[in-house]
């Protein structure tokens, strides 16, 4: 049971663990520059393109054109693979809160994992920002409208959150099963690697039409989180589906409500449950310090 103002609690958590963990990167000389240069080199590159085809879109953009299924299978694909990074980074390196005996025997479970998702989720807004500010200002100037102003940010902080909460959901998971089952335990690595591996495989086949057996990003447009790049669409000359804008928010909202509740469950039977002896065959378990 969470314990009263756990909403509070969990932003401060959240919003002290993001400040630790700027303070960390700003410390680390060699860190640092190898961020920046991986924001400022699409940001440029990006900056370029729009500087060429933004007058082109903003004189001879068609109006009523609907929004293709490719976007929409396109977001999913992407929102997949933030997903798989973001899980991976959770099992690894988050798979306990910071300060661990201190953070669970004060607040509730429920907290821990939100402020872990918040923390997460600043740092995820804040390595985007400036391709994010580049893409709203471009939008807003190439169609004419404020609406991307307001449509960006909100599609934008959606699409994060809702992928670090599904990440935080498959960490806890892999690494609840690393804890509690003994052959995967013991072959974690080896699982790890094909995991990535069919993974990987079956992005490449989105990513590369020239190979003979490619997929194309459309077949995705049938999964309901994509849908929520309809919203973009709002309040410009191009026509969006408000069944698939209201479908794509719903199930943001669901993937946040439901994966945050199922994360929550997960990471306390994780982080108070007995841990297992991966060179033991037997039954007996160990238990978590």
Do not use: K
């Not at 089952?181 to 020239?210: I, K, N």
């Not at 790049?229 to 409500?257: C, D, Q, W, Y």
């Amino acid at each position: 049971m969470a314990e009263p103002n756990w909403l509070r609690h969990a932003l401060r958590a959240g919003a002290f663990e993001y400040r630790r963990s700027v303070r960390a990167v700003r410390e680390d000389t060699g860190r640092l520059v190898l961020l920046a240069l991986s924001v400022l080199f699409p940001t440029l590159m990006l900056g370029g393109m729009a500087a060429l085809f933004t007058p082109i879109i903003r004189e001879s953009a068609p109006a009523g054109t609907a929004v293709p299924p490719a976007l929409r299978g396109g977001a999913t694909l992407f929102w997949l693979f933030g997903v798989f990074l973001l899980g991976q980074r959770a099992s690894s390196a988050h798979s306990e809160p910071v300060a661990a005996p201190f953070v669970l025997t004060t607040v509730s479970p429920r907290t821990a994992v939100l402020g872990g998702v918040i923390a997460e989720s600043m740092g995820v807004l804040t390595y985007v920002l400036p391709t994010a500010a580049l893409v709203t200002v471009v939008g807003a100037y190439a169609f004419g409208s404020p609406a991307p102003l307001l449509t960006v940010p909100l599609v934008g902080c959606l699409f994060v959150a809702s992928a670090v909460v599904a990440g935080r959901l498959a960490g806890y998971t892999t690494a609840w099963l690393v804890a509690r089952v003994p052959f995967v335990a013991r072959h974690r690595t080896g699982l790890s690697a094909l995991v990535a591996v069919v993974f990987f495989g079956l992005y490449m086949l989105f990513q590369l039409p020239s190979i003979p057996y490619s997929l194309d990003p459309a077949l995705l447009s049938a999964v309901p989180l994509g849908w929520i790049v309809e919203v973009l669409a709002v309040g410009t000359p191009i026509r969006f589906s408000p069944v698939h804008a209201a479908g794509g928010l719903l199930t943001v909202g669901a993937v946040l409500a439901g994966g945050g509740w199922a994360a929550e469950r997960i990471a306390g039977s994780l982080w108070f449950g007995d841990e297992v002896d991966p060179t033991d065959d037997g039954d007996t378990a160990t238990t978590r310090e």
